[in-house]
């Protein structure tokens, strides 16, 4: 398996430009994770996917920020306008959790770099 | 949610034992024990986890006090690609499906390990 494949790895935009960073889970997990990662706020969760359906968003920081799984083997997490405090290293991770296995581990992608100037 | 308590930071060398401690002292009954690790550019990857029993993997051991409110993870033998930040998380396996069952960092403690 290739393990989880997010695109771009790296991207510079510009303040006020929309961002859209993509996701690949592994084939046959079904949770998926969007985490953002700064030097100041550390890793953070931000949405939560199960079986392609949000459970969690709490963690979205605002309006500008949305994400989607239109199905079992994609996801997108869209920033409009970008603003150049999103700059941070944004980490997607996928799992299977079950009722009989509910601590199947996480596997993360190597994640997307973003600057926004 | 619970939390844990984990050094900033330790140092180890190279082909010796690393024992990082982990304080949660508030754990509940149904939280499971996990450990991640995170090297250097790379997103964090899963260790080990476990309830109540020392659990042993190919990577790591488990030791897990009496009465569960702290554990550490035991790496035997470190090696230079061992130098990463690792993370100690309380997962609710109750909560499955739910808005709490979910991978929560804290900070964490950064491994250096000297040659």
């Known amino acids: 398996d290739a393990g989880v494949i997010q695109s771009p790895r790296h991207e510079v935009t510009e303040m006020g430009q929309e961002v859209t960073l993509r996701c690949k889970p592994i084939?046959?997990?079904?949770?998926l994770f969007w985490y953002r990662q700064t030097m100041m706020r550390g890793l953070e969760l931000l949405i939560y996917?199960?079986?392609?359906?949000?459970?969690?968003d709490s963690g979205m920081p605002e309006d500008r920020f949305s994400a989607k799984m239109p199905n079992a083997s994609f996801s997108t997490l869209k920033i409009q306008p970008s603003e150049p405090r999103d700059s941070a290293v944004y980490f997607c991770?996928?799992?299977?959790?079950?009722?009989?296995?509910?601590?199947?581990?996480?596997?993360f992608g190597s994640g997307t770099r973003l600057t926004v100037v | 949610d619970a939390k844990t308590t984990q050094p900033n930071s330790m140092e180890s060398n190279e082909e010796e034992p690393v024992h990082l401690p982990c304080n949660h002292s508030?754990?509940?009954?149904?939280?499971?024990i996990h450990w991640y690790r995170q090297l250097p550019s790379q997103g964090p990857e899963y260790v080990i986890h476990?309830?109540?029993s020392n659990v042993n993997n190919r990577m790591a051991s488990l030791a897990i006090a009496e009465d569960r409110k702290s554990s550490t993870l035991i790496l035997h033998r470190a090696t230079l690609r061992d130098a990463a930040v690792y993370y100690c998380?309380?997962?609710?396996?109750?909560?499955?499906?739910?808005?709490?069952?979910?991978?929560?960092f804290g900070t964490g403690t950064l491994l250096a390990v000297q040659p």
């Open positions: 508030t754990i509940s009954g149904t939280d499971y």
């Open positions: 084939s046959g997990h079904n949770s």
């Open positions: 991770a996928s799992s299977l959790e079950t009722v009989a296995e509910p601590n199947y581990g996480y596997t």
């Open positions: 476990g309830l109540t």
């Open positions: 996917f199960n079986n392609n359906v949000p459970i969690d």
């Open positions: 998380i309380l997962r609710d396996v109750l909560a499955y499906g739910g808005a709490t069952n979910k991978l929560i």
